[in-house]
């Protein structure tokens, strides 16, 4: 992660944008603070979309097609994936594909991300479930879900052809709690973006 990209998220989230850098994908998780007590979304709204694409072009990104965003010398690229072409497919597949064959940073919702990353990364979250601490993974999704809600009970569903449920049943509770908390310190105002501490540490 460049100082230029991680410089460019901490000015998005100071002006009220929720944009979590994944790091285990050249993706972005996108969140706006309209949308707290509505969490149900499973694709980047139009009002997400124009919001992200108004602070982005202040910052001098200029959209070059109808899904990509880049900076003047490209040397920042964010690309919105395609929607699903059937209604309760997989959100994430059409996500997928792109953060597979993109270089572009893949601009995703919560419920998108711990989606994938409880697919793609099944394997590692049940070794840190079964070790001690440090649990990188599963730490990197509680800070997600504190600062974006996810459709959880979609996610468990969305999961359930995979028989790879076991990790998100087990840490169920753990997700609800954190989504909870953002939640919570948001109405109390007493929020304080983690991103923020993570940009800081990478």
């Known amino acids: 992660m460049t100082e230029e990209f991680k410089q460019l998220i901490a000015q998005l989230n100071h002006r009220g944008l929720s944009i979590f850098p994944l790091a285990k994908l050249n993706a972005v998780s996108v969140y706006t603070t309209d949308y707290y007590e509505n969490y149900d979304y499973d694709i980047v709204m139009p009002s997400q979309r124009d919001k992200l694409v108004k602070l982005l072009a202040k910052q001098g990104f200029k959209q070059t097609s109808g899904r990509v965003i880049c900076n003047s010398d490209k040397s920042i690229v964010f690309e919105f994936p395609k929607p699903n072409f059937t209604l309760g497919d997989d959100p994430a597949s059409q996500a997928e594909k792109l953060i597979n064959r993109s270089n572009s940073h893949i601009i995703i919702t919560p419920t998108q991300a711990l989606?994938?990353?409880?697919?793609?990364?099944?394997?590692?979250?049940?070794?840190?479930?079964?070790?001690?601490?440090?649990?990188?993974?599963?730490?990197?999704?509680?800070?997600?879900?504190?600062?974006?809600?996810a459709n959880l009970d979609k996610v468990r569903e969305w999961l359930g052809p995979t028989n790879q449920t076991e990790a998100f049943i087990l840490l169920k509770q753990e997700f609800r709690a954190q989504q909870q908390a953002g939640i919570n310190d948001r109405r109390k105002h007493t929020f304080k973006p983690r991103v923020l501490s993570r940009l800081a540490s990478e």
């Open 115 to 149: 989606l994938i990353y409880l697919k793609r990364f099944y394997d590692q979250i049940q070794i840190e479930l079964n070790n001690p601490d440090p649990k990188p993974i599963i730490s990197e999704l509680l800070d997600l879900l504190y600062e974006q809600p």
